[in-house]
């Protein structure tokens, strides 16, 4: 099987209230309910910058 990858960018605000939080959590939520849809897989997630941004990394096959 072939596979195809994306990556996300994901680069939160450096400073937030808990409720600019919960918001980055929703927008984060949605990024990975969008992906799913398409047929995407989130199979792993990396973090740089001082783990103050990461990486969503998907992976799905690709039709033939």
Same mark, same amino acid.
């Given at each position: 099987m072939k596979?195809?990858?994306k990556t996300v960018n994901v680069m939160p605000k450096?400073?937030?209230?808990?409720?600019?939080?919960d918001k980055e959590l929703k927008v984060i939520d949605q990024i990975l !309910?969008?992906?799913g849809q398409?047929?995407?897989? #989130?199979?792993?997630?990396? !973090?740089?910058?001082w783990g103050t941004k990461f990486y #969503?990394?998907?992976?799905r096959p690709i039709e033939e």
């Open positions: 596979w195809e990858y450096l400073k937030m209230t808990n409720k600019s939080f !309910a969008q992906a398409e047929g995407w897989e #989130l199979v792993s997630n990396t !973090a740089y910058d #969503l990394i998907f992976k």
